[in-house]
């Protein structure tokens, strides 16, 4: 995902993106970390720490992004699961 496509759907600014992404910028807040972690589904755990794990490919990750865009709940996607079992 580009920067620019990250900063529109988030609603963080390109140039704050790119100065965390640069390592400029090193103290984001919360908020902003939770917007980016929200699209990229992943925990924020994993934009704190360069030791996490990489998490899902780019195509799992747009099925995620769908199915949260979606207004599917956790619980129901538990039970979508649990059926599926």
């Known amino acids: 995902m580009s920067i620019s496509e990250l900063s529109t759907k988030s609603g963080v600014a390109k140039s704050y993106i790119s100065s965390l992404e640069r390592n400029l910028q090193t103290n984001p807040t919360i908020l902003v970390l939770e917007k980016i972690s929200r699209i990229l589904c992943i925990k924020v755990d994993a934009l704190l720490n360069e030791q996490a794990d990489k998490g899902m ?8 992004h769908d199915v949260i865009g979606s207004g599917i709940s956790k619980e129901e996607m538990r039970e979508f699961i649990q059926d599926r079992k």
């Open 57 to 64: 490919d780019e195509e799992w990750m747009e099925i995620m």
